[in-house]
């Protein structure tokens, strides 16, 4: 009886461990920001700008399919993943950016099943938009 409790715990900590959905670890001080872009996942909540901060975990090749962006995910502090999708049209490359990098973003979450993208990272020149930016080793990209 106890090793078919102890099998079926390992099968769902593993299926839990395959998802892209936050999993909050208590011995991490999760931020405001973290845990409304946990609930917005959750709820496929999109349109929205947020202020938040993660880890560099993978860079991406340019999207140059018409604007061009500057594409890498990161990673929250709950382990959820974002996209970063930086308009490099209108706002500076970030030459330096390497995984494991700490970065702070200010942006428009969009949701997607992978845990979503932040866009909108850049001034608008039309002024419709509100601005955004990243903040990367002391200098804000905007």
Not at 72 to 88: S, Y
Not at 97 to 123: M, P, Q, R, S
Request: aromatic fraction near 8%; charged fraction near 20%.
């Amino acid at each position: 009886m106890k090793f078919g409790l102890l099998a079926v715990v390992v099968c769902l900590t593993a299926l839990g461990s395959c998802t892209s959905a936050p999993v909050i670890n208590s011995k991490v001080a999760v931020g405001e920001s973290d845990q409304r872009l946990a609930h917005a996942f959750a709820e496929h909540e999109s349109d929205f700008q947020v202020e938040g901060a993660g880890t560099v975990s993978r860079l991406l090749p340019d999207d140059t399919d018409g604007s061009r962006h500057q594409r890498f995910i990161v990673a929250l502090k709950t382990g959820q993943t974002l996209l970063i999708a930086h308009n490099i049209d209108l706002a500076p490359r970030i030459i330096s950016l390497a995984v494991g990098d700490e970065i702070a973003f200010f942006g428009e979450y969009e949701w997607n099943e992978k845990g979503g993208t932040i866009h909108w990272t850049h001034h608008d020149p039309l002024q419709h938009h509100t601005a955004g930016w990243i903040k990367h080793e002391g200098r804000v990209y905007q």
